[in-house]
């Protein structure tokens, strides 16, 4: 089918008209049931979703605040991180339309990570599309659609071969929302409610990785994950979001005196959980609280960007293209409290060659923003900066011509004069990166695996992948099991190390359990680091014992089986039938004698089981 990837108009404020380009799709996923997800909320606009290609299936919000909900400084706090931020790509083998509006979608094969669609949960599907054939240069800025609680909020593409970087990619400001500025009471200085339901007395926390539906949680001083608090009575700042690092605290506002603070605090850091494999969105950063109706909104955390390519390049003379997903910095107060900021989103860049022109440098950044200042000579509460985004390479990170940059945002004044009391910047050190991570070829990118199947045949069980792409790929593993836990090597399979092209690959047990054996893929790359595919399972009815002796023989062989009635077969290597007879539980002796010397084939033929042997004539 065409693909509907469209072209929007922008029109820039200095009246420059200038194409900004979007490649994906989106949908909600409502329910999942093995490989078919039920879907809502689907945006095909910009792509569509089409039987063949390729999906990102990511966990954008998980249920993991657990118990840490009262109202004291650990609300918000992590309990268990479940699935939030996993993704993994797999091929789309069917979809259910109504008036022409994808209403289920299924891929052809398991998958590996385990997604929730509860209450409190966000899954959501990305079409993945290849762009040129096999080379592809942009045509425009690229951007995405924001995050808006269902969908949105991701770049994500791959070039089969050569990427030429054109023009910028940027998903900034396109992560978790900031929360709403309040403008009504004021409050005495407010320091120890954590969380509120809307009352005029607080403002909004910040989104991220926990979705909230309990009416009171919205607001207050706690964080939420890594949505930053929203400030407290009176004029306390919002805290700002996180990322790979905490946001930033915010301001403590008006007649507030140390160490009491009516600001909200930063949101949680995730850097412990961040990989090539898990991803966020920057957290958005809480709202300011305010009486003069000058306070400000959170701002919002970074988008992801995704990219896959054989190698990038810039040619020309074009001063600098940026890869970008900042978060946003949230915007000035009068005399009330500003918002805190957005913290900076991710960037994963699997690519085997980067060659970036000396004329045309790369700039590829995760940065948080910065908070608001509240822009009075008397103190009220500024915005916390964002926290720190995250940027992943799948090789040693590039740094001839390029610069990558992960850097926190910085706090917000809380007020205008000399000193300014300035607020928490994002976690982190200065400008520092610690949120680049190179080297990481173990995650959803290294292969592309379109399907691994196991097919039952009468003696044996085929297995069977074929893979898109293949990047630092060393080889692939069959791993077989009696009872879906307890694992064993069975095939050991060279990969292809670095490919764009289709491959299969063939493979057959021999030797199956009786009863059900279950198969899984493993796939190494050369520095060691694996990831497993799909489980299948193939049951089998326990077969007979068939003996066969002597072996070799002169005069006569004994065969003996313990079950079935059994026909059995005789032929020399021509397929020419020597024997024809039958058997039923019990030995038998067959004479040989007037045979040739020679290798002769043996069939013993059961209700469920063939078995082959060869026997050699004396």
């Known amino acids: ?62 249920n993991v605040i657990g118990s840490n909900t009262n109202n004291n400084s650990s609300f918000g706090n992590l309990n268990n991180i479940q699935s939030a931020g996993l993704y993994e790509i797999r091929t789309i083998s069917g979809i259910t339309e109504s008036s022409g509006t994808p209403i289920s979608i299924t891929v052809s094969t398991s998958l590996t990570n385990t997604y929730n669609t509860g209450t ?37 593409f791959e070039v089969l071969g050569t990427f030429t970087l054109a023009h910028n990619i940027n998903a900034d400001n396109s992560g978790f929302r900031g929360g709403a500025r309040d403008d009504n009471n004021a409050g005495n200085c407010d320091n120890t409610t954590y969380r509120s339901a809307a009352s005029g007395a607080f403002a909004g926390k910040g989104e991220g990785i926990y979705l909230n539906t309990n009416t009171t949680y919205e607001e207050g001083k706690g964080k939420i994950l890594n949505g930053g608090g929203g400030g407290n009575e009176h004029n306390g700042g919002g805290g700002g979001g996180g990322n790979y690092s905490a946001g930033g605290n915010g301001g403590r506002g008006w007649n507030c005196t140390a160490p009491n603070s009516a600001g909200g605090l930063g949101g949680i850091g995730l850097s412990a959980h961040i990989g090539a494999s898990r991803i966020f969105m920057g957290g958005g950063g809480g709202g300011g609280e305010g009486n003069n109706a000058v306070a400000t909104d959170g701002g919002r955390g970074g988008g992801i960007i995704i990219i896959r390519a054989n190698e990038i390049v810039t040619t020309g003379s074009c001063g600098q293209r940026t890869i970008s997903a900042n978060g946003q910095n949230s915007s000035n107060a009068g005399n009330d409290g500003a918002g805190g900021a957005g913290a900076g989103g991710s960037i994963v860049i699997q690519v085997n060659s980067w060659n970036i022109a000396a004329t045309c440098e790369v700039l590829v950044r995760a940065n948080g923003g910065n908070g608001g200042i509240s822009n009075t000579g008397n103190a009220h509460g500024g ?42 910047s994002g976690g982190g050190t200065g400008a520092s990166d610690t949120g680049i991570i190179d080297e990481a070829a173990t995650g959803p990118l290294p292969i592309q695996l379109d399907y691994f199947n196991a097919i039952k045949k009468v003696n044996s069980v085929l297995l069977e992948w074929k893979t898109f792409t293949e990047i630092n790929n060393d080889f692939f593993t069959v791993e077989r099991s009696i009872d879906g836990k307890n694992w064993e090597t069975l095939i050991t399979e060279k990969g292809q190390g670095n490919s764009t092209t289709e491959r299969y690959y063939s493979k057959i047990d021999w030797s199956p359990y009786n009863g059900t054996s279950y198969y899984r893929l493993r796939q190494t790359d050369f520095n060691g680091k694996s990831t ?32 079935h009635e059994a026909l059995i077969n005789i032929k020399d290597l021509f397929g020419n039938l020597i024997y024809y007879g039958s058997q039923n539980g019990v030995s038998n002796s067959i004479d040989i004698s007037h045979l040739k010397p020679g290798v002769y084939i043996v069939e013993v033929n059961q209700k469920n089981n063939s078995t082959i042997r060869r026997l050699v004539k004396e």
């Open 532 to 563: 497993t595919h799909g489980m299948q399972a193939i049951n089998r009815e326990k077969s007979s014992v068939v003996r066969i002796y002597p072996n070799p023989a002169k005069n006569e062989i004994i065969i003996e089986i313990d079950q």
């Open 120 to 156: 409190n949960s966000r899954v959501q599907l990305i079409s993945f599309p290849t762009l040129g054939s096999p080379d592809y240069t942009t045509t425009a800025n690229m951007t995405t659609r924001n995050w808006n609680g269902n969908i949105g909020g991701v770049s994500a």
């Open 383 to 424: 915005g916390g900066g964002g926290g720190q985004g995250t940027v992943i390479y799948s090789i040693t990170q590039p740094t001839t011509n390029t610069t990558t940059q992960t850097q926190n945002g910085n706090g917000g004044c809380d007020n205008n004069s000399s000193p300014c009391n300035s607020t928490t």
């Open 1 to 62: 089918m065409i693909k509907k990837i469209s072209i929007l108009l922008t029109v820039l404020l200095v009246s420059i008209n200038v194409i900004a380009q979007r490649v994906n799709a989106f949908a909600r996923a409502t329910s999942i049931s093995g490989t078919t997800f039920n879907v809502a909320n689907v945006e095909e606009n910009d792509d569509s979703f089409e039987i063949g290609e390729r999906i990102i299936v990511m966990q954008m919000q998980d």
